[in-house]
T-cell receptor
Framework: DGGITQSPKYLFRKEGQNVTLSCEQN?????MYWYRQDPGQGLRLIYY???????QKGDIAEGYSVSREKKESFPLTVTSAQKNPTAFYLC????????????FGDGTRLSIL | GQSLEQPSEVTAVEGAIVQINCTYQ??????LSWYQQHDGGAPTFLSY????GLEETGRFSSFLSRSDSYGYLLLQELQMKDSASYFC???????????FGSGTRLLVRP
């Protein structure tokens, strides 16, 4: 079945450490997105990519970095510059034409050790 | 700035009808989406309105009025499994970026 796979499901970060969250999709979607969700809040856009080798900052990009070397992969690195990284991180993708919905992965829950 | 406003919490009885409103303020607007999210889970798509009017999908319907910058999600014949958070999300431009509201927590009581 086609879908979006995020890993790991749970991740713990030590002070000063960079961690990378994986997002892979086999839907052949052009565009991919990373969101952050804090408890009881909506989703806020971190980064997005509409094509391979290109990506744009969202509303809360500081302390995060991404790459899009392959169409199916859009990893997110939470750097040590992100002082409050504890949140639920969601990856999404969309075909990029017509009235298509965004498809979401199951998320990664990141906590500070 | 860009913002979407929706009520934080709604409670309804099993079998009833509930309406969740969403008003938006965005610099551009292509359409309004609705997503459902159960605790600990990922959002799942419910509906999308690009044009004014009502879209019906089974027990769920969604309405949009572009002139009023307003939309709503209507849930009929409520079931206990409908207890979840519901988010409206505005698509602002051709990039398919979405701006999400902070969500409405729906509690369905027996």
């Amino acid at each position: 079945d086609g879908g979006i796979t995020q890993s790991p499901k749970y991740l713990f970060r030590k002070e000063g450490q960079n961690v990378t969250l994986s997002c892979e999709q086999n839907l052949n979607h052009d565009a991919m997105y990373w969101y952050r969700q804090d408890p009881g809040q909506g989703l806020r856009l971190i980064y997005y990519s509409q094509i391979v080798n290109d990506f744009q900052k969202g509303d809360i990009a500081e302390g995060y970095s991404v790459s899009r070397e392959k169409k199916e992969s859009f990893p997110l690195t939470v750097t040590s510059a992100q002082k409050n990284p504890t949140a639920f991180y969601l990856c999404a993708s969309i075909q990029g034409s017509g009235n298509q919905p965004q498809h979401f992965g199951d998320g990664t829950r990141l906590s500070i050790l | 700035g860009q913002s979407l406003e929706q009520p934080s919490e709604v409670t309804a009885v099993e079998g009833a009808i509930v309406q969740i409103n969403c008003t938006y303020q965005t610099s551009g607007f292509y359409g309004l989406s609705w997503y459902q999210q159960h605790d600990g889970g990922a959002p799942t798509f419910l509906s999308y309105n690009a044009l004014d009017g009502l879209e019906e999908t089974g027990r769920f319907s969604s309405f949009l009025s572009r002139s009023d910058s307003y939309g709503y999600l209507l849930l009929q014949e409520l079931q206990m499994k409908d207890s979840a958070s519901y988010f409206c999300a505005a698509r602002m431009d051709s990039s398919y970026k979405l701006i999400f509201g902070s969500g409405t927590r729906l509690l369905v009581r027996p």
